[in-house]
């Protein structure tokens, strides 16, 4: 069974381009989390997601980060007009049921860098 | 070796000794707490839960302790490995709620 997998695991981009990350969530999983973490820093949570809706967006900037998770395929984390202060690693994780004490699986992360 | 909440972020111990981390947590009301290890370059890993109705539970080779007076939690680890090395993360969830919150972290290093 495999785990969460999210790519690119290392991304490049200069101020004002767009990008877009990945997250495919375990099998049997419908239900998807983004964290972002900063260098030395502990991962703060940014959005949820259940197939086709957004749970909870409270953590996510509001201007230039959006996200989905489509029927089919992978969620994605859009970030445009990038700027340095979003270069960090994003996280994402999955878990099968939304109760408290459903354990969320993290992926291997994307590192964005923008120069 | 042991740390101190927030303040110390690292702790250095000598492989075969016993390390404790703790963690003050913020919410009253979480309901639900995590230690997760993140190795260099990788994702958050579980390691152990607790719920808020338990103050102790015990995996392999670590045991969790919750103190919800004083909203406190530790994760001790038996006979430190230096594959243990790594930082360590105590999450809190709200009952019903999704969203994790996480501590800052505390780098574990373990000396041959």
């Known amino acids: 069974n495999a785990g969460v997998m999210q790519n690119p695991r290392h991304l490049v981009r200069r101020r004002g381009q767009e990008a877009r990350l990945r997250c495919s969530p375990m099998?049997?999983?419908?239900?998807v989390y983004w964290y972002r973490q900063l260098p030395e820093e502990g991962l703060k949570f940014m959005v949820y997601l259940q197939k086709e809706n957004i749970i909870d967006e409270s953590g996510m900037p509001k201007e230039r980060f959006s996200a989905e998770f489509p029927k089919e395929g992978p969620s994605i984390l859009r970030i445009q007009q990038v700027v340095r202060g979003d270069s960090a690693a994003y996280f994402c994780?999955?878990?099968?049921?939304?109760?408290?004490?459903?354990?969320?699986?993290f992926g291997p992360g994307t590192r964005l860098t923008v120069l | 070796g042991e740390s101190v909440g927030l303040h110390l972020p690292t702790l250095s111990v000598q492989e075969g000794d016993n390390s404790i981390i703790n963690c003050a947590y913020s919410n009253s009301a979480s309901d639900y707490f995590i230690w997760y290890k993140q190795e260099s370059g990788k994702g958050p890993q579980f390691i152990i839960d607790?719920?808020?109705?338990?103050d102790k539970r015990q995996g392999q080779r670590v045991t969790v302790l919750l103190n919800k007076t004083v909203k406190h939690l530790s994760l001790q680890i038996a006979a430190t490995q230096p594959g243990d090395s790594a930082v360590y993360f105590c999450?809190?969830?709200?009952?019903?709620?999704?969203?994790?919150?996480f501590g800052e972290g505390t780098q574990l290093t373990v000396n041959p």
């Open positions: 994780a999955s878990s099968p049921i939304s109760r408290a004490t459903d354990t969320q699986y």
């Open positions: 607790i719920r808020s109705n338990m």
């Open positions: 999450a809190e969830n709200i009952l019903r709620g999704s969203r994790l919150t």
């Open positions: 099998k049997g999983h419908s239900h």
